[in-house]
């Protein structure tokens, strides 16, 4: 007891799902001194990718940890010698656990107005907590690119369904990049279904689905994408795509969320490399439906940018019947300016929908610093039109 302990070791350890009991023990049993990450940008480790992160973790055997001094994404090893008197900042446990609680992952937080931030936006139901009331959403893998490769094959042919992987898309954009593999759609179902018993059951390679990339990374222009893919296509790990879904509504609703500034924010302080399943079910969405004000301006500005080509439109038809849209309502809009309009509108809705206000939306833009400028000033003067208007130029349906 009162020993102490320093290491130097990857920032996996306050982030990964594999570290939980890790994490779970220092809290429970030691009293962290100091949690101090920096990138290897300079290239401390040679041999080591500039973007990997590590952090000096010091901490004393005995007692409990309920709070503890941190400093983040940190470039320049001089400001350890000054740590923790300087730059750091105190992290409550029961913050990280009611942020993470099925990880305890510790959010890369970079100054007090951040940890203000998540404090807000956790006013909303995470998306993996069943006990919320509404809609659920169940997140899969579908094939692995190593251990299926033998179903892949490298030209398009009759009974063949393209692969998508992550590279491929892009927000509301699933035709970012062509694909390079397809599969034959009888060996890939008996495969899916994993046994020799072929059904007439849909399966939901067969259906609208929601899909985001698992390799990304917090130091990305975004971290966070996702859109929906047509039916008649499978999947690649590095895509993590929904179950077959019950209302197609609430798929876009859920993907528009994904796909904001507001979301990726949150999202992006806690991942390294990958997006794993468990840190989106740990992200705050508001449990929306159709008889919510602020749902129907928000689903129909996904399946604008959405449904641009024909194998959308039965999910354009889906979505004006159920919100009683006439159909020019959502109509596809490939226009570039009018489409950068159109996410800065959504963006708008979704940080009101948080109640963020106008400082905090600008310091959550303030953390994309790869984002063009333009993009961002857009976001903002389009938040600002809705502050003032009360409501955006359409969104009376």
């Not at 069943?130 to 809609?135: E, I, L, N, S, Y």
């Not at 009101?352 to 939306?361: D, P, R, V």
Request: charged share 25%; hydrophobic share 40%; net charge neutral.
């Amino acid at each position: 007891v009162g020993g102490q302990c320093g290491i130097v070791i990857p920032s996996g350890i306050y982030t990964d799902l594999g570290a939980k009991s890790l994490r779970e023990k220092l809290f429970s049993t030691t009293q962290i001194e100091g949690l101090f990450c920096f990138e290897n940008r300079k290239e401390i480790f040679e041999n080591v990718h500039r973007s990997f992160k590590f952090i000096v973790l010091t901490f004393q055997q005995g007692g409990q940890t309920k709070e503890f001094p941190a400093a983040f994404m940190r470039h320049d090893l001089s400001d350890l010698t000054r740590f923790p008197q300087e730059g750091a900042l105190q992290i409550k446990v029961e913050l990280l656990k009611r942020l993470s609680p099925d990880s305890f992952s510790v959010m890369e937080f970079k100054s007090e107005r951040d940890i203000e931030i998540a404090e807000k936006m956790l006013a909303q139901p995470l998306l993996g907590d069943d006990a919320a009331k509404g809609w659920r959403l169940e997140l899969h893998r579908e094939f692995n690119m190593t251990d299926d490769a033998y179903l892949f094959r490298q030209e398009s042919a009759n009974g063949r369904l393209p692969l998508y992987e992550g590279k491929m898309i892009w927000h509301f954009d699933c035709k970012y990049v062509e694909p390079r593999y397809w599969i034959n759609e009888k060996e890939g179902r008996k495969a899916v279904l994993g046994r020799e018993l072929e059904t007439e059951a849909q399966l939901d390679y067969q259906t609208y689905r929601l899909a985001y990339r698992d390799v990304t990374g917090s130091t990305n222009e975004r971290t966070l994408v996702s859109t929906i893919l047509p039916p008649g296509c499978f999947t690649g790990n590095t895509l993590v795509n929904s179950a077959a879904p019950k209302n197609l509504s609430e798929l876009l609703f859920i993907s528009a969320m994904m796909n904001s500034f507001a979301v990726d924010y949150i999202i992006r302080q806690k991942v390294t490399n990958h997006c794993n399943m468990f840190y989106v079910y740990q992200l705050p969405i508001p449990r929306l439906s159709a008889a919510d004000a602020t749902f129907a301006p928000i689903v129909k500005r996904a399946a604008q940018l959405i449904c641009i080509t024909p194998e959308f439109d039965a999910l354009a038809a889906e979505v004006r019947t159920a919100l009683k849209l006439p159909a020019a309502a959502v109509k596809g809009v490939t226009d570039a300016a009018a489409r950068s309009q159109l996410r800065a509108e959504l963006d708008a809705l979704i940080a009101h929908l948080y109640g963020l206000t106008e400082s905090e939306f600008a310091h959550i833009l303030t953390t994309f610093p790869l984002v063009d400028e333009s993009v961002k000033q857009q976001t903002l003067n389009t938040y600002r039109d809705l502050l003032r208007l009360g409501k955006l130029p359409d969104t009376r349906l």
